[in-house]
């Protein structure tokens, strides 16, 4: 019997407008300073990271380390939009969201070699960084719990009506995490300012989404609260940044949270001490070479004439320049004074 | 200058591994991020990628070596316009010493700094003076929270309460009656049934300054949200070395109410106060209650109020005052006595009262001390009293290992050895989850006679 009312329910194909999943908006076009500040800021962030996994290397950086190689369009097109009064939260892949919300390079590298001139002065580590000054609330390393800190970000911005939105990251693994959906139902009852970008890069430390997950769409999990959802091409900024434009004036304009899943992708393990068995190299070299998110906004700027190939490489080298001189000053920054080790506990 | 490729360490542990394999050979032209060798250790593989753009000018150690050290030089990259000949120039003593000479951090394992020593408390505050003649009037312990949250929701806009039915239900255990009243929904929020998400929204809204009550119908509730708590609220202001932290209160009733069983009678006073960045409070008299509450309220820091279901409706004499606020980590010396101390805090108070006064008609004369703050403790005054008497009798409701009165007693031991007369008990709640039987019920919390027992024993008093 069980089995005849089972072959008798409706076998019906997931309506996206109706359960609120919204088509992305076309990717936007970027004037000529935008596309060179989208080369630079992601340029920045990949050097960086790479410089953070040869320190690592060395001895240099110690405990966990979670590269952000390969997704940096994802944080990069979304800044372009923010205020200087929006938040930003994540979790502990986080070293490029912060490079993006300003964050000195010098002062992120010497915390993630525990130094005194870290942002956390040497106690946080590579996941666990601050900026007040920056509206960066962290670098959080229990996967989910930055959705519902973040969610209390806007929670009270709507309380102070100031008109900020705060923009909570978190991966497709933590997706799943329960506090995720409690802060959804929240933020929907409460129509609370806020984004939140879920970054599907496919896998969740070494578990895929085909095997994580029931529903592979993440821009549909807020179905259940009302919530829309818009899947994005994490791995064009152009995308990235329509698409977050068009989701913090839905948050401005006082109707909500709403969900952005990005598509994209690491090309590094899940954190240095991850070899990465569980997929193919093919995978990863095809993302690569066929969807690099700055090798994208180089093509279109040599194409359209936006900027020669020395042009970029002076980017390139000053680039270059500023992480050299993070990793010299990263390493050069004295330890926390054992003084420290109090200090920090209560106000 | 040439490059140099060092061997790299796969995790913060490893010190040597193998050179598996050159992907790469001398000459080839190579950009960050191409893969150039694979190492391995016991644990895993690892593909090595450059990190500069260059040619291999060089490859020194040869593929399927094995233990090669962790900085080792592997390889040396030759940058645009040079050749292999400036190796030999710049890189004669190149074989195996890491370069990066001077920028290293001194790595000294052979022994570690010492600690330095903790900071010394700083001595808190001791009660107000209440002006003679203030008028003390008669207050539930509920009514003293209550007031307590109003009085610091009219003096500050930041301040908020959020819980379950705080609102239009006006509190499950009515600690919030007419709040929404006054202050209205903004600042007076219902939220679903969500601790571990409410949580986290408060303490994120902690985060930017605001100044949130949370309520947790129940501390048995926070168990859900015990991550948040201590995770998020208790290590913030620490891992962000000072920059932010959670001025914040979670409340709510803790421990033992009356026949609900094992899941919704716990103590959580012990658990708290093992959380470095927390303070913990757990007052027994609406006084107390109602000045530790507003002083919690204003503290920049993550604070754990733990109430009592049964005491919510006893009675107490309240000053009469504009703004009673009283020192959160100085405990209340209860009664003076000389020939036993007997500490004990919240609910277990009452337990401590009503043995106290056995005893003083038996002719033993108890000092009762009432902590109030189990976390910053005010050891001193336990230490004082100590030495006075030579004898100690802890008393809670919480369960018996890792015990808030072990915790005192290791202290007091180590402190005031020389003053004890007698070994120190310490009187818990039974090792066992709470059953539902009254019988047994009964049987597992602490009893006066456990106390009064337990202070002849340390008097020898037969």
Not at chain 1, 205 to 227: E, W
Not at chain 2, 11 to 40: C, F, H, Q, R, Y
Not at chain 2, 332 to 354: E, L, N, P, Q, W
């Amino acid at each position: 019997m069980a089995a005849r009312a089972r072959k008798s329910a409706p076998k019906k194909a997931v309506d996206h407008a109706l359960l609120g999943s919204i088509p992305a908006p076309e990717p936007a076009k970027l004037s000529k300073d935008e596309e060179l500040k989208a080369y630079r800021d992601m340029l920045l962030i990949r050097r960086f990271e790479e410089k953070a996994g040869q320190l690592y290397g060395m001895g240099q950086i110690g405990g966990f380390c979670h590269l952000y190689i390969g997704q940096e369009a994802v944080v990069t097109g979304i800044q372009m939009n923010m205020n200087d009064g929006d938040q930003m939260i994540t979790a502990y892949r986080d070293h490029g969201h912060m490079l993006a919300m300003g964050m000195e390079s010098r002062g992120v590298m010497a915390e993630l070699t525990g130094r005194s001139d870290g942002y956390s002065r040497g106690k946080g580590g590579s996941m666990h960084m601050f900026s007040r000054e920056k509206n960066f609330y962290g670098g959080h390393g229990i996967v989910g719990a930055q959705v519902s800190l973040g969610t209390g970000l806007a929670f009270a911005n709507k309380y102070r009506d100031n008109g900020n939105v705060s923009v909570s990251f978190c991966g497709d693994g933590a997706a799943n995490q329960g506090q995720v959906y409690e802060s959804f139902n929240m933020a929907a009852l409460w129509k609370l300012p806020t984004i939140y970008v879920i970054e599907n890069n496919r896998y969740a430390m070494g578990t895929s989404t085909k095997r994580h997950a029931a529903q592979l769409d993440f821009s549909m999990r807020g179905v259940s609260f009302g919530i829309p959802g818009i899947q994005v091409d994490g791995m064009d900024v152009r995308a990235v940044k329509s698409a977050s434009e068009y989701a913090l004036n839905h948050c401005r304009n006082g109707d909500g949270p709403i969900i952005l899943e990005m598509m994209t992708y690491r090309y590094r393990g899940h954190s240095m001490s991850d070899p990465a068995k569980y997929r193919t190299k093919d995978e990863v070299q095809k993302m690569r070479s066929e969807q690099d998110p700055i090798e994208q906004v180089k093509q279109r700027i040599i194409a359209e004439k936006l900027a020669t190939e020395d042009d970029l490489k002076v980017i390139d080298k000053e680039i270059r320049e500023i992480v050299v001189d993070a990793a010299e000053f990263a390493q050069n920054s004295p330890e926390p004074d054992v003084s420290e080790l109090y200090t920090d506990i209560l106000l | 200058m040439p490059i140099d490729i060092l061997m790299p360490a796969l995790s913060p542990t490893m010190e040597e591994g193998n050179l598996a394999k050159w992907t790469v050979k001398e000459g080839d032209k190579v950009g960050p991020g191409d893969v150039i060798a694979e190492i391995e250790t016991d644990k895993a593989t690892m593909e090595v990628e450059a990190v500069e753009e260059g040619t291999i000018g060089k490859i020194v150690v040869a593929e399927g070596t094995e233990n090669v050290k962790v900085n080792a030089v592997i390889a040396i990259l030759l940058e645009e316009g040079e050749s292999a000949g400036d190796i030999n120039a710049e890189k004669s003593s190149a074989k195996s010493e890491p370069s990066d000479d001077s920028s290293a951090p001194a790595k000294d394992d052979s022994k570690a700094a010492s600690v330095p020593a903790e900071p010394i408390a700083v001595e808190p505050a001791s009660d107000p003076d209440i002006p003679e003649g203030t008028k003390m009037v008669p207050t539930t312990v509920r009514v003293a929270l209550r007031d307590a949250m109003a009085e610091e929701m009219r003096a500050s806009d930041d301040v908020f309460v959020m819980g379950e039915e705080v609102a239009e239900y006006q509190g499950a255990y009515k600690i919030t009656q007419g709040l929404l009243d006054e202050f209205g929904p903004r600042r007076v929020v219902d939220t679903p049934i969500t601790e571990h998400g409410f949580a986290g929204v408060g303490v994120g809204a902690a985060m930017t300054g605001l100044r949130p009550i949370v309520e947790f119908m129940t501390f048995n509730f926070a168990m859900q949200a015990i991550d948040q708590i201590i995770n998020s609220a208790a290590k913030t202001l620490y891992m962000s070395g000072g920059q932010m932290g959670a001025p914040m209160v979670f409340r709510g009733p803790n421990g033992a109410a009356a026949r609900v069983g094992a899941q919704h009678s716990q103590c959580y006073a012990a658990w708290y106060s093992h959380v470095p960045g927390l303070k913990v409070i757990m007052p027994y008299t609406a006084a107390d209650a109602k000045g530790l509450l507003k002083a919690a309220i204003r503290d920049p820091n993550p604070v754990i109020f733990l109430e009592n279901e049964v005491l919510y409706g006893q009675t107490f004499d309240v000053p009469d005052m504009d703004d009673f606020v009283l020192p959160i980590g100085k405990a209340r010396i209860h009664k003076k006595g000389k020939d036993c101390t007997i500490v004990s805090f919240g609910i277990g108070m009452t337990y401590a009262i009503k043995a106290m006064e056995a005893l003083s008609e038996q002719g033993i004369d108890c000092e009762l001390i009432d902590l109030r703050t189990i976390r910053p403790m005010d050891i001193p005054t336990i230490l004082e009293s100590v030495k006075k008497t030579g004898r100690l009798v802890t008393v809670e409701e919480g369960f018996p290992q890792s015990s808030v009165g072990d915790f005192i007693a290791n202290k007091v031991q180590r402190e005031a050895f020389d003053y004890l007369d007698a070994p120190i008990i310490s009187i818990c709640g039974k090792d066992v989850p709470m059953p539902y039987a009254a019988n047994l019920e009964k049987l597992a919390l602490p009893n006066v006679d456990e106390v009064i027992d337990a202070v002849k024993a340390v008097t020898y008093a037969g």
